[in-house]
């Protein structure tokens, strides 16, 4: 009879944890989240899902949940900065992401117990991170999770910065196509008017 007792005493304890523990949030509901942060805090335009970006994130989000919560800033990264993920070019071209496309972007992983909603929210909102949020020269992102961590990855527009648009090899090849025909075009009106 006690044994019954403790084995419901610790069941119940067991279901009141569980319910008081805070909501956990997917890609889904964190891209949600990020938009409204924006739009109505920020008075930024939305971001639009970069599935590049986010093919990459889920990547990294796997190699990270190996990886101990307290290095989680250890793998966030700034324009420019090398990343140190295993196999970082191979998962690239899985991704079909053309490495010269990678450069102004940035990586911001978070490691969260159980993705709790408020704590990852506020990982983002109320920290370092928010810095690249507010920057209205990243308009994209891609997002990834995998057990405890998050990742976020921002990505800016293909045409005014497409060092840092995660594109595809056939994307970078059109905007250079493009570039080419626009100056043959000038120099052909150039020709034409000074004749």
């Known amino acids: 009879m006690a044994f019954l007792k403790l084995k419901l005493s610790l069941s119940l304890f067991l279901l009141v ?15 949600k989240s990020l938009n409204k942060y924006r739009e109505e805090t920020l008075k930024l335009p939305k971001f639009t899902l970069n599935d590049h970006a986010a093919c990459l994130a889920n990547h990294i ?19 420019n900065h090398k990343h140190n993920f295993t196999d970082f070019n191979k998962i690239l071209k899985k991704c079909d992401i053309n490495n010269k496309t990678i450069d102004d972007g940035v990586y911001l992983p978070v490691c ?8 990852v929210e506020s990982n ?6 928010a810095t690249y949020l507010k920057n209205s020269n990243y308009t994209g992102v891609g997002i990834g ?10 990505s ?8 840092g648009s995660f594109s595809g090899a056939a994307s970078l090849i059109a905007s250079i196509s493009m570039g080419n ?15």
């Open 145 to 154: 999770a995998e057990d405890d961590w998050m990742v976020v990855i921002l």
């Open 156 to 163: 800016t527009n293909k045409t005014d910065h497409p060092t």
């Open 61 to 79: 989000a796997c190699q990270l949940k190996e990886e101990d919560c307290g290095k989680a800033t250890d793998y966030s990264s700034t324009p």
């Open 181 to 195: 025909y626009m100056v043959a075009l000038f120099f052909g009106l150039l020709v034409v008017s000074v004749s």
């Open 17 to 31: 944890l569980h319910g008081v523990q805070g909501k956990s949030i997917d890609e889904e509901g964190l891209f």
């Open 124 to 129: 983002y909102t109320n920290s370092k991170y």
């Open 112 to 119: 969260v117990n159980n993705l709790d909603k408020a704590q």
